[in-house]
Each structure stands twice: as structure tokens, then as C-alpha cells.
């Protein structure tokens, strides 16, 4: 495969899995790696987690294949599982082995728990990784649950994106040095990781534990989202002192109540208050009004409206299918999506002859 993209010379292995994993390779994929899927014979095709890469299906029982997948692995710079702890050296393609037939390997492994601790082994999901990472309890309203951010925080965010960036932190090291080694990426961490701020803020006793109690979280008016009168909602986002006086500027919040935004006291009645006054306008209205300025505001866009905003087209950030295009973008090496997804097995001859020479 040929790309113009800033990783056009990678060559990535990835054992095919679900969710975090394969959005990683995808990451790199969209940056122009050559990224070979091994897949199980017959197995369905996550359909956007698999575009740029190519496929080969292989049965890791048959030692044909088993063979094939390490002739693969001795030609790659990085590797990709995420099975859970054993499972690769069950199959005798642990990091130990691995690096001994290709010392440069960067070996990444993606799970929720990590390679180690007393969970380790234990089944879970995105949400058990960020209800143990203090996450998942600062979000929510504090009359209600705990609510799951989709499955950004511990996935995606806490997942795909630590591991993507320790797979090339990794393979800047062992490109200068020779010298491959294994990546434990653990959902857990990530999600931990992404909570330092307010770890931080906690500890200068600047917040609290309490859901729905900070200026993050819901509670300031200047921060929260309201309805309209279509049904529609809007983000409020007027952080600084600024861009508070740029709203009530625009929007005539004369009243002394909206002097008080940083008594928290006064926090549900500024509230109730600008409640009533968004619910007079429908949400084009508050747009026409608001957008572009710097009254920090947006519109709440579903998935549906989002790859038809302005900004949104003006950027090219969704493309074909409504898929969100490779982020961030690079000034010199532009990063594509490439292929589209393979069905699986379908570059078999392709990744024989490429990377093998058969």
C-alpha cells in the first residue's frame, strides 16, 4: 500500500478484537501505516474500526497459520493485541518470543484492568474501567445515577488514544536504539489519567466530590446546556468573566442577579432564571443570535445535524458515510482514510506478496 501520510513507512500487525484496539490501528491506518489485520476465519468485519487496513484471515489453532502470523510479525514494527492476559503466550505469541525473532518490536497490548493487579483477568467493560478511575462518579446530576459517557472516557479516550500514543513513543525509542518493548495500556490507567486536572483541582480544595457541584460538571449556569422552545438545546460554555459579559450582553441579562455568577449560592437561581429566558427562542433563534461569537455557545447537535453544520463542512471533519475524517491534520503529510473496510480475508495475496514475497 502507498501513503502520503506521516507513518507511510509502519508497518503494523493487529490481532483483530473489538472497540479500543481497533480504533488504535485505525488511528494509524489514517495515518498512512500499513496496517495488516489478522482475522479469525469467517468472522464479521467491525465495519469503520477496519477502513485503511488490509485483511487476512488465519486460524492461530493451525500451526500453518500460526506460522504465517509470526513471518508477519517478524516483518513489523509494531503489534497490536487485546485479549485478555495469557492469551497470547497460550498461543505462543507473547511479547518474549515475538522479540526474539524481531528485537525491534513494539508489542501493544490493550486492555481494561492491565497485564497485572488483582483485576487483571476479570471480564469488564468500559464502564467498570471508569468507575474505578473516579470518572464515571463525577458524572451525572445529584439526584441521580452515575452516567456512562457513551464509551469515550475508558475506550477511546482512555484506551485507543493512550495506546496509540505509547505505541510511537515507543517506536521512536526502539528506531534509535534497536530496542523493542511492550506497551501495557489499561483503560483504567487512561481513564485515571484523563481525571489528573481534577485530581489536581481536588486537592487545593477547589472540587468537590458531590456530582453536579462544580464548575465542570452542570452546576454553574455559565456551564451547562438548556432547552429551547422547540425542544432543542444549546451549550453555554461563558467560563471567563469575558465571555460571561458577551452573553448577558447579547442575550440582556441586565438583571443584579447575573452579577453573582460566581457566588455558588446563587448557582440554581441563575439557573432557574436563564432556563425561562432560553425556553422563549428556538434553537436557530439562540444561533442566529449567538453563533460565532464570544459568547462561548454552541448548538447541541445530534448525530444526524452534526455532519451538515457550516463549520463541520467548511472543515471536511465527516466524509463519505458521515465517517469522521483522520484528526488532527498535518500541514505537510496529509493523513486519508484509505481503503474501505475489507471484508475479511481479502487482501490475503496482496499481504503475501508485500510483506513476504510470496
Not at 506460522?67 to 485478555?84: K, P
Not at 518493548?181 to 480544595?205: E, H, N, P, T
Amino acid at each position: 500500500m502507498t501513503s502520503d501520510g506521516p507513518l507511510k513507512d509502519l508497518r503494523v500487525v493487529e490481532f483483530s478484537g473489538i472497540g479500543p484496539a481497533p480504533f488504535a490501528a485505525m488511528l494509524l491506518a489514517d495515518m498512512g501505516a500499513d496496517v495488516i489485520r489478522i482475522d479469525r476465519p469467517n468472522a464479521p468485519m467491525e465495519y469503520v474500526l477496519a477502513r485503511g487496513k488490509r485483511s487476512i484471515a488465519l486460524n492461530m489453532k493451525q500451526s500453518a497459520d500460526r506460522d504465517m502470523a509470526i513471518e508477519l510479525i517478524r516483518q513489523a514494527e509494531i503489534l497490536i493485541e487485546g485479549f485478555r492476559p495469557g492469551v497470547m503466550e497460550r498461543l505462543g505469541l507473547g511479547p518474549e518470543p515475538m522479540r526474539a525473532i524481531n528485537p525491534k518490536l513494539v508489542y501493544g497490548r490493550m486492555t481494561g484492568w492491565g497485564q497485572y493487579g488483582p483485576l487483571a483477568k476479570a471480564a469488564g467493560h468500559d464502564l467498570n474501567y471508569i468507575a474505578i478511575s473516579g470518572a464515571l462518579h463525577a458524572i451525572g446530576s445529584a439526584d441521580g445515577p452515575p452516567l456512562p459517557p457513551l464509551n469515550l472516557v475508558g475506550d477511546f479516550g482512555g484506551g485507543s488514544l493512550f495506546l496509540a500514543m505509547g505505541l510511537l513513543a515507543a517506536l521512536s525509542h526502539a528506531r534509535a536504539t534497536g530496542q523493542g518493548q511492550v506497551v501495557d495500556a489499561a483503560m483504567s490507567d487512561g481513564a485515571s489519567s484523563l481525571m489528573g486536572l481534577f485530581y489536581g483541582l481536588k486537592a487545593r480544595g477547589e472540587w468537590n466530590d458531590a456530582r453536579s457541584s462544580n464548575f465542570l460538571d452542570g452546576a454553574a449556569p455559565y456551564y451547562r446546556c438548556y432547552r429551547c422552545a422547540d425542544g432543542g438545546w444549546i451549550s453555554i460554555a461563558a467560563i471567563e468573566p469575558q465571555f460571561w459579559a458577551e452573553l448577558r450582553g447579547r442575550v440582556g441579562l441586565l438583571d443584579p442577579l447575573f452579577d453573582r455568577r460566581d457566588d455558588t449560592a446563587s448557582w440554581p437561581e441563575i439557573s432557574r432564571a436563564l432556563e425561562e429566558i432560553f425556553a422563549t427562542r428556538t434553537r436557530a433563534q439562540w444561533c442566529d443570535l449567538l453563533e460565532g461569537s464570544d459568547a462561548c455557545f454552541a448548538p447541541v447537535l445530534s448525530l444526524s445535524e452534526a455532519p451538515l453544520h457550516p463549520h463541520n463542512q467548511a472543515r471536511g471533519t465527516f466524509t463519505v458515510n458521515a465517517q469522521a475524517a483522520p484528526a488532527p491534520r498535518f500541514s505537510v503529510t496529509p493523513a486519508n482514510i484509505g481503503q474501505e473496510p475489507p471484508a475479511t480475508d481479502a487482501d490475503r495475496e496482496a499481504i503475501l506478496r508485500d510483506w513476504l514475497g510470496h
